[in-house]
């Protein structure tokens, strides 16, 4: 299928969000040495900063839940670039760890909203045959994100030029800001705020080949979907038999998503490396270069095979390869003879299926599964749910290893896949093709 030019800049520019995602997690663990050398830094210093950008992401999904409806998607996200753009000045230029502190806050506040608002305008914007892999450009653009941010320390690094470092950031904002500025609302929003003629107009500009009657037929679909679906205002929907599972589902997903330890991956591979014996910071650095190459290239893997593979047997499959990489390094550490190379080798089988699976599918599933009145505060507790944990492991990752050492810390990832594996067979629905309006009709047995 052949997306018009309209909604391929839209798309493209929906997954400059996650690329803003991406660069400004990725970007502290380079910056972090010569932030020590220029000011006072305690381990609660650095602590607090570094939990920052989580922390603020939980507010900044909070407060996209509240404003998605009211302002619209693409108001949001316009706040959001603005914020990026603010952040990544302030944290460039910050004169002691308050500010910086503050400056990661903000940008964690613009990186949580954007998670949630830049998913959910690509799935109302995608036709259905696409989606998966329209949806999955956001989760690429994230690991783009964080490799380049990983090439930018990389290259920086020689010259110890920590506030270039964080202010580039800017530069992609600002171009998400003059996209956003240009772009036209979700269709499914406008209609959601009984704008019918607007959705109408923009949905046969984004997909000029669609028959004005087939787009009455998708406008009345989306209508009668807010007519049945349990007011939103009430948290208390969330409990209706047809709404429980999914929001199950999604939360639970995300959780299993941070506790299979990716982010212990991301911001520690040097440390992980060092642990298990790769010599020198510069091959440490390299292979962490290494890893968020193959991030890339899996989360492309990914996106071709989504909509044809189908969401279910790609989820099992990935949490079935996480488990057994995660537990194949456990091992590793816990023989005393261990070779580096044999848990790199581990290290990067455990990153192909995560980034082919588990990566995309949490955030796909979020932007497609919850009925679209209660899809804002749906999909808030389901990022709400990725970003606390993504804090708790974060955080609870160093005190971990040095407490229980690195078998057992990798062994209980792995046991979290191997959980992950009975709860995605036993929960797991398959939405591959399957338009969001018949996603909600069938909505009373998502499983299986
Ligand atoms: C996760 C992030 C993670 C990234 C790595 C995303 O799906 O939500 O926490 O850093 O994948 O590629």
Same mark, same amino acid.
């Given at each position: /299928?052949?997306?018009?030019?309209a909604l ?30 220029? $000011? ?10 570094? =939990? ?25 996200? &316009? !706040? ?16 002691? /760890? ?17 998670? &949630?608002?830049?998913?959910? $305008? ?6 259905? %045959?696409?989606?998966?892999a329209?949806?999955? %450009?956001?989760?690429? &653009?994230i ?13 920086l690094?020689?010259?110890?030029q920590?506030?270039? &470092? ?8 600002a ?11 979700s269709?499914r929003?406008?209609?959601l ?8 107009a ?5 997909e ?15 209508r ?5 679906? +349990? ?5 208390g ?15 639970v997903?995300f $959780? ?6 990716? *982010?212990?991956?991301?911001y520690?591979?040097?440390?992980? /490396?060092?642990?298990?014996?790769l ?15 193959l ?6 893997? =990914?996106?071709?095979?989504?909509d044809r ?12 390869? =996480? ?14 003879? *261990? ?5 790199? @080798? ?13 990566? +995309? ?9 919850f ?8 999909? %808030? !507790?389901?990022?709400? @749910? *990725?970003?606390a /944990?993504n ?5 609870? $990752? ?7 050492g ?5 062994g209980?990832? @792995? ?25 909600e009709?069938?909505?009373? =047995?998502?499983?299986?």
């Amino acid at each position: /299928m052949t997306l018009g030019s309209a909604l391929l800049r839209l798309i493209a520019l929906a997954a400059l969000f996650g690329f803003l995602f991406g660069f400004d997690e990725g970007i502290i663990a380079g910056a972090l040495p010569f932030i020590s050398t220029t $000011f006072t830094v305690t381990p609660a210093s650095e602590g607090l900063m570094t =939990a920052a950008v989580p922390l603020g992401a939980v507010l900044g999904v909070v407060l996209a839940a509240v404003y998605s409806d009211r302002l619209g998607r693409r108001r949001v996200l &316009m !706040l959001c670039a603005l914020v990026f753009v603010a952040g990544s000045i302030l944290s460039g230029a910050a004169d002691g /760890m308050e500010m910086l502190t503050l400056s990661r806050l903000l940008l964690g506040i613009a990186i949580g909203a954007s998670s &949630m608002a830049a998913p959910m $305008f690509l799935a109302e914007l995608a036709p259905p %045959a696409v989606r998966g892999a329209v949806v999955s %450009a956001f989760q690429l &653009m994230i690991t783009v994100g964080i490799l380049i941010s990983y090439l930018v320390s990389l290259g920086l690094a020689p010259f110890e030029q920590w506030r270039v &470092m964080l202010a580039l950031g800017m530069v992609p904002a600002a171009v998400a800001l003059v996209g956003i500025l240009r772009s036209p609302e979700s269709p499914r929003w406008l209609v959601l705020r009984g704008r019918d003629d607007e959705a109408r107009a923009t949905i046969a500009k984004l997909e000029p080949t669609r028959a004005p009657v087939d787009i009455e037929h998708l406008v009345k679909e989306i209508r009668a979907n807010i007519a049945h679906t +349990p007011d939103a205002a009430r948290w208390g929907a969330f409990l209706a038999p047809r709404v429980l599972p999914v929001v199950v589902f999604a939360m639970v997903l995300f $959780f299993l998503q941070q506790l299979s330890g990716i *982010n212990a991956v991301i911001y520690y591979a040097p440390k992980i /490396m060092s642990e298990a014996g790769l010599p020198g910071v510069h091959a440490q650095l390299f292979a962490t270069v290494g890893i968020g190459t193959l991030n890339v290239a899996m989360t492309i893997v =990914a996106m071709m095979v989504v909509d044809r593979m189908g969401r279910r047997p790609l989820l099992i499959g990935g949490f079935v390869g =996480a488990a057994a990489s995660l537990a194949f390094i456990a091992y590793t550490f816990a023989t005393p003879e *261990n070779d580096s190379i044999i848990a790199l @080798a581990g290290l990067v089988a455990y990153i192909a299926f995560f980034a082919v699976s588990l990566g +995309p599918l949490p955030w796909l599933y979020m932007s497609e599964l919850f009925p679209i009145r209660l899809k804002t505060r749906g999909m %808030a !507790l389901a990022a709400c @749910a *990725n970003w606390a /944990m993504n804090f708790l492991v974060v955080f609870l $990752f160093p005190v971990v290893l040095a407490g229980a050492g690195a078998a057992v810390t990798f062994g209980i990832f @792995a046991a979290f896949c191997a959980f992950g594996v009975v709860f995605a067979y036993l929960m797991a629905p398959e939405t591959k093709g399957v338009s969001l309006e018949e996603i909600e009709r069938t909505l009373e =047995a998502p499983v299986g």
